[in-house]
């Protein structure tokens, strides 16, 4: 193994050449943010991908945006789109994106990350279309995508009806995932369309799923007029704020890039993800007068949960634990299906002029049957009961090279105990020097008896809850090849967590040196220290120790192009944690890929072969991995072995294009892959996707 290392060392350093940073590597970064933050192998980032996919098909008018597209872009500061609007009143429209280069904020790294999705043009853009030229110019889609699971697994195993009945070991579906999707898009006014799919394990036109798949969703959204600014019916997300009270999506934790700290709320979008629980099922609709807006929300939708019936208050049933896999397989899963209802109405009133904006919202949230799970010292001030409400307020604006933002937040809870209520809020700044030099400093107060079901608030944890912290980044750029990223996060929780029996505290820094000498060449070395204070696993007595709990991640990345149809990317990372009950524990992973995009030529191949040796699973490693559009791998490289995978797409007959997938986990020593209804006899893991998308 060391051989093989060293020999990958050698190989990392050794070839030259150069890097172009496209589309897919821009969307490459952004899954790359958000998989680091929620650590989780399966997130449907669908809106996400759409919103990038779309703007490089429809390019962003500098000439004509006020900046709201460029927000929801993702990729400028405030301060840096408030900079191109100023300079387009004072002189006027731009006649090349590269006059850019003589805004304040605006440097040749800014303008060439954004070239691929924004335009320079007189034309003004049609705003008003009949129904038939929507129509002919608006975009039909069709995905259908089959993934089998390839080696068997023992929850997949034939066995007598008695026993399948009566054990929650065995699924009573077939392993293969199927999906599919239709929609009609134009612009980002209008969409039409519907999703389906059934997760591996489930049934399909029989049995529990009589129907076929096991989640549908579908959706009629409209966006651009002048008093209805937006109207969706059907399933929807609704974003408001900076996160800390509603926001149904996921959003952006602490990145290497300061700007993501701040939250770019859009207020309403259609849903086309296949994660059945972030979202709204119902009806929304967004108005407009002059500078104020107003966003209305209802939603009443079925979710997973397990139910006590309670004989002593005639048969009331209580709901003691939600859901939230969305996965219908076994007994027990079967019988938590659609178990409980629940209903959401909200309102969002808000104000804007030009980049400063500020809002109030009130959201009521609901159950069918009372929510009583069971208390434990540091679940004591959670949600318990049937009716949640939270208002809030939150503001946005640029005073001269200072972009402000934040939210306040109010929880009430008429639980069964009577009324709890709670406070949160989140104040934040992000400050450009000049294009050289920028800041970001976000201050948060969650406390422990605030709580929100449907939230992305900036935080350390998993929820906006319990936390206080104080964030401060920086982003440097020393001349035109060296930068630097980085950032300090202070952080304690004042009430327990789970694992963690007493209040604690805990730091994060994070160091990021980039050496970029052409927009064609990029390395950059990434150190990354966690510092988390948990249980101790070694103690006498009945009192749990805690104890601090040290990660450190070093990575040293490399991307280059060797011809205009070959990119070549090479990564080693390693991480440690080291703790005083379970001592030094380490993982390491090389991995080295390929990428083959020839104009010319319909065919786009992606290959990766990785190495990897880590003391478990305490030591894994994410790494985001290229797949079919749409379809999300970030998978985590834990125990020893190797990972490779190959990917082709195929364009043919001017509307069509068909993804191939098929990638491999090779464990060393291991006999037996996961445990339970997933094990595996034997030590290798595949995976195989297949997609096709047909467009008209």
């Known amino acids: 193994m060391r051989q093989v290392f060293g020999f990958l060392c050698l190989l990392f350093f050794s070839v030259p050449g150069f890097l172009a940073q496209d589309k897919t590597e821009i969307i490459q970064q952004r899954i790359e943010f958000i998989s680091e933050r929620f650590q989780s192998e399966s997130i449907d980032l669908t809106n996400i991908i759409e919103q990038l996919n779309y703007f490089y098909e429809h390019p962003i008018n500098l000439n004509e945006t006020e900046g709201l597209e460029l927000e929801d872009l993702g990729l400028l500061t405030t301060l840096q789109i408030s900079d191109l609007i100023r300079h387009r009143k004072l002189f006027g429209k731009l006649m090349t994106l590269y006059e850019l280069q003589s805004l304040t904020f605006w440097d040749l790294e800014t303008i060439e990350l954004v070239r691929p999705f924004v335009r320079v043009d007189d034309k003004l853009d049609n705003l008003h279309?009949?129904?038939?030229?929507?129509?002919?110019?608006?975009k039909f889609e069709w995905f259908l995508r089959y993934q089998p699971t390839v080696e068997p697994k023992l929850g997949y195993e034939k066995v007598p009806d008695s026993v399948l009945?009566?054990?929650n070991n065995y699924y009573y579906g077939n392993s293969d995932r199927y999906y599919t999707r239709f929609r009609y898009t134009y612009k980002t006014n209008?969409?039409?369309?519907?999703?389906?799919?059934?997760?591996?394990?489930e049934e399909f036109f029989r049995g529990s799923q009589k129907n076929g798949f096991d989640f549908y969703s579908a959706h009629v959204f409209f966006k651009g007029g002048k008093y209805v600014r937006g109207v969706a019916l059907g399933d929807y997300q609704v974003q408001i704020g900076q996160g800390v009270g509603f926001w149904s999506s996921y959003a952006f934790g602490k990145t290497a890039d300061i700007a993501t700290s701040k939250r770019t709320a859009i207020p309403l979008r259609a849903y086309t993800s296949v994660d059945e629980n972030r979202f709204m099922r119902g009806a929304a609709i967004d108005l407009g007068y002059k500078n104020f807006g107003l966003l209305l929300f209802a939603s009443s939708k079925r979710v997973d949960a397990a139910g006590i019936a309670d004989s002593t208050l005639d048969d009331l049933e209580f709901i003691s634990t939600l859901d939230l896999s969305g996965l219908h397989r076994t007994n027990l899963e079967i019988a938590r299906r659609n178990a409980l209802r629940e209903n959401i109405a909200g309102a969002n009133l808000n104000y804007h002029k030009g980049l400063f904006r500020i809002g109030a919202s009130g959201v009521y949230q609901g159950y069918d049957k009372p929510f009583v799970k069971d208390v434990k010292l540091y679940n004591q001030y959670d949600f318990r009961g049937q009716h949640h409400l939270n208002f809030s307020t939150d503001y946005s604006f640029n005073f001269k090279n200072v972009s402000l933002f934040g939210e306040v937040a109010k929880a009430i809870n008429d639980s069964l105990s009577g009324l709890s209520s709670?406070?949160?809020?989140?104040?934040?700044?992000?400050?450009?020097l000049d294009s050289k030099v920028s800041f970001g400093l976000v201050y948060r107060d969650y406390q422990r008896d605030y709580f929100s079901f449907?939230?992305?608030?900036?935080?350390?944890?998993?929820n906006t809850q319990n936390e206080r912290g104080l964030y401060g980044g920086i982003k440097m750029k020393f001349n035109s090849k060296w930068s630097m990223n980085g950032y300090v996060d202070l952080f304690k929780f004042p009430w327990m967590k789970y694992g963690v029996d007493g209040p604690s505290r805990g730091h994060e820094f994070l160091v990021q040196p980039t050496y970029k000498p052409n927009k064609i060449f990029e390395v950059y070395f990434r150190f990354r220290q966690q510092l988390r204070e948990r249980n101790s696993s070694l103690y006498e007595g009945a009192v749990t120790p805690i104890e601090p709990y040290t990660q450190r991640n070093y990575r040293l990345n490399l991307s280059y192009v060797i011809s205009e149809a070959f990119t070549y990317k090479s990564r080693i990372e390693l991480l440690t944690i080291n703790s005083q009950s379970k001592g030094f524990q380490k993982g390491m992973m090389v991995t080295q890929d390929l990428l083959w995009k020839p104009k010319s030529s319909p065919i786009d191949l992606a290959l990766r072969y990785a190495l990897f040796d880590t003391?478990?699973?305490?030591?894994?490693?994410?790494?985001f991995e290229n797949n079919a559009l749409y379809v999300f791998a970030v998978p985590a490289y834990y125990y020893q072995g190797s990972r490779a995978y190959i990917l082709l797409r195929y364009s043919f007959l001017r509307h069509c294009d068909l993804w191939v997938r098929y990638g491999y986990f090779l464990y060393n020593n291991r006999f037996q892959v996961s445990s339970g209804a997933e094990q595996i006899n034997g030590s290798r893991k595949s995976d195989l996707v297949i997609q096709l998308r047909i467009t008209f």
């Open 165 to 167: 009945a009566s054990s």
């Open 190 to 201: 209008i969409s039409v369309g519907f999703t389906a799919e059934k997760d591996p394990g």
């Open 129 to 138: 279309v009949t129904f038939k030229e929507a129509l002919r110019q608006g």
């Open 454 to 462: 449907y939230n992305a608030g900036f935080s350390e944890g998993s």
């Open 422 to 432: 709670g406070w949160a809020m989140m104040h934040g700044a992000l400050i450009s």
């Open 615 to 623: 003391d478990g699973y305490d030591t894994r490693i994410y790494s």
